[in-house]
């Protein structure tokens, strides 16, 4: 089991910068697909980003691609989102997720372990 707990979402102006940070309880952290995910008000939970368990792979939706970065580290049980050049509808609680499987997973019901999310909000 591994316990999640995020950090880093804050306001922002559109077009800065956050970064966030999901820490992992445990010592199986490395066994992990690493998932971000996103939920704004009245819309669903959708995927924003997932890192394969060594880090070598990952996949964004779309409207993410070439503004954020997911990356991990597996000595500090740390995953990361660097969120760039951000935009009023990347607004959102955005949670952190972990998955047993083996490839990286873009369908929420795929993951077993969830945080209690961070609040990004982006100004105009």
């Known amino acids: 089991q591994v316990q999640l707990v995020e950090s880093g979402g804050g306001l922002v102006q559109g077009g800065g910068s956050l970064r966030l940070s999901c820490a992992a309880s445990?010592?199986?952290?490395?066994?992990?697909?690493m998932g971000w995910f996103r939920q704004a008000p009245g819309k669903e939970r959708e995927f924003v980003a997932g890192?394969?368990?060594?880090?070598?792979?990952?996949k964004y939706t779309d409207s993410v691609k070439g503004r954020f970065t997911i990356s991990r580290d597996n000595v500090q049980n740390t995953v990361y989102l660097q969120m760039n050049s951000l935009r009023r509808e990347d607004a959102a609680v955005y949670y952190c997720?972990?998955?047993?499987?083996?490839?990286?997973?873009?369908?929420?019901?795929?993951?077993?372990?969830w945080g209690q999310g961070t609040q990004v909000t982006v100004s105009s």
């Open positions: 890192v394969s368990r060594s880090g070598a792979t990952t």
């Open positions: 445990g010592r199986t952290f490395g066994s992990y697909v």
């Open positions: 997720a972990a998955a047993t499987t083996i490839a990286v997973i873009t369908t929420a019901g795929a993951y077993d372990y």
